[in-house]
């Protein structure tokens, strides 16, 4: 019974505060139900039609849905829905095109990449040599002349190219011709921007790059985990470095929840959902501009706005930390130049594909920009934060979780 008391606690929680972590989002009730299904009780290790335990034909029939469903939603040749998240996702695409200590470019963590685009802590960093790009210091966006000079004096056998912390469009064309340049590949890891790129409002990677990664539980909605999508000629490697080289037995009630929010992105309503998602990023990101708070790049392209707090004395922790008693849930981030610790960044980076899940529209953007600016501005005033929670809970009344 106490895990059922936890799970009502973290339904009101999540009830009750506004997210604006821009890797969070709200799961249909149709995938949930889909996660929690009879479906988890089966294993079926290997792939639709060439399975190592009995009892499976059912489970084919699901699997290929969701199959069929990510090839024709990004236009992929192949598609393997197995991989359980973004991370084993990715070491998946490295084991399958590369030898351990091969030559990798791939977006530093402090610029915008993710822990598993080369960090020194992950195992992608310690397995393959990784040479790390990152922003231009000036603009904060990416410099594809000096990712070229890169990529002519390493020639990495792989480009990694995404981000967990960039604001702006990436351009996938530039990034593939950069790495067929050098005779390498080009992997797109899109897990932040695959409902935008799904719906049409951020350009995809296909069919400039060889492999595209994404997570299913960002932006398109889904459940928690991660889809790698190739040209068919790599399909047999992808294939065999998810099972057996990576994983074992695949989540198949996860795999039933893909299937069902990738055919949901295939939806009109879910193309106006992605159009308001950039819509009200836009309005936040312009509004706190406004108010004098630091917008790393300019701008925002997508659903995430990164934000550096130097200017006005505050931390990365110290706003997370404040904006969270007054009901705002954010996460804080290094921003580009950063000097200070992971621990203590400078900034905080925040997203609105949540927010724009609950209904709310350029209004309620103009009036969180308010709300972060006072919380950011005064992070120890009690006075400050109850009034600032009291506004949250409205607006969560207004607009609950209904999907």
């Known amino acids: 019974m106490k895990i059922q008391e936890l799970i009502k606690k973290e339904e009101k929680r999540q009830q009750d505060n506004l997210v604006l972590i821009a890797s969070e989002n709200y799961a249909p009730k149709a995938v949930r139900e889909a996660v929690g299904s009879v479906l988890m009780n089966k294993y079926a290790e290997g792939y639709p039609g060439k399975r190592y335990y009995g009892g499976n034909q059912i489970i084919d029939q699901v699997e290929t849905e969701a199959i069929n469903a990510a090839k024709k939603l990004f236009k992929a040749e192949h598609a393997n829905v197995q991989p359980y998240s973004g991370t084993p996702a990715n070491l998946a695409v490295y084991a399958a095109l590369l030898n351990l200590g091969d030559t990798v470019m791939g977006m530093a963590l402090a610029q915008g990449g993710h822990l598993s685009h080369g960090h020194k802590v992950s195992f992608s960093g310690k397995a393959y040599k990784f040479v790390q790009y990152g922003v231009d210091a000036e603009t904060g966006l990416l410099d594809y002349d000096e990712i070229r000079k890169m990529a002519r004096i390493f020639r990495p056998k792989l480009i990694v190219c995404g981000a967990t912390a960039y604001p702006r469009v990436i351009d996938f064309k530039k990034f ?214 009291k506004e949250v809970a409205y607006l969560c009344s207004k607009f609950p979780i209904k999907i």
């Open 176 to 389: 593939a011709d950069i790495a067929h340049e050098v005779e390498a590949y080009c992997l797109a890891d899109i897990s932040h921007i695959a409902g935008l790129v799904a719906a049409g409002v951020h350009p995809s990677p296909f069919p400039h790059c060889d492999v595209v990664m994404t997570t299913t539980h960002k932006t398109l909605r889904g459940p928690r985990g991660a889809i790698i999508l190739c040209k068919q000629e790599l399909a047999e490697k992808i294939d065999k470095a998810v099972f057996p080289g990576i994983q074992g037995g695949p989540h198949e009630n996860v795999i039933a929840g893909k299937a069902i929010c990738l055919q949901e992105a295939a939806k009109p309503a879910f193309r106006t959902y992605a159009k308001q998602i950039i819509k009200n990023a836009h309005i936040l990101a312009d509004e706190l501009k406004r108010m004098g708070i630091t917008v790393c790049s300019g701008g925002t392209d997508t659903h995430l706005i990164l934000i550096d707090l130097t200017s006005i004395g505050v931390t990365g922790k110290e706003a997370e930390q404040a904006l969270e008693k007054a009901g705002i849930v954010v996460n804080k981030n290094m921003v580009p130049g950063d000097t200070r610790s992971p621990f203590d960044p400078s900034g905080i980076r925040l997203g609105v594909p949540a927010v724009t899940t609950r209904g709310m529209k350029e209004l309620e953007m103009v009036k969180l920009a308010g709300l972060i600016n006072r919380v950011v501005r005064e992070p120890n005033s009690r006075v400050v934060l109850k009034s600032v929670k």
